[in-house]
């Protein structure tokens, strides 16, 4: 992955590299290696984090709405 820096502005090519690892799954990668997981507690945060994603989608359905 790259970024280029421009003006010599490090600053602002961090920021872009943050967010290109962070819609890339990079750091939620390392944070599931940390540890062992079992396949339980596997697909028991799987369902959780499918129940908020959602719950997030019911809330923005209900202001697009006007509920």
Known sequence: MKVEVRN???DVALRILK?????????TEIRERERFRS???????AKAAGRRRYL???EKRKVEFGY
């Open 39 to 45: 396949k339980g507690e596997k697909r028991r945060l």
């Open 56 to 58: 997030k989608s019911l």
């Open 19 to 27: 967010k290109k690892l962070q819609e890339d799954g990079f750091y």
């Open 8 to 10: 010599d502005n490090v």
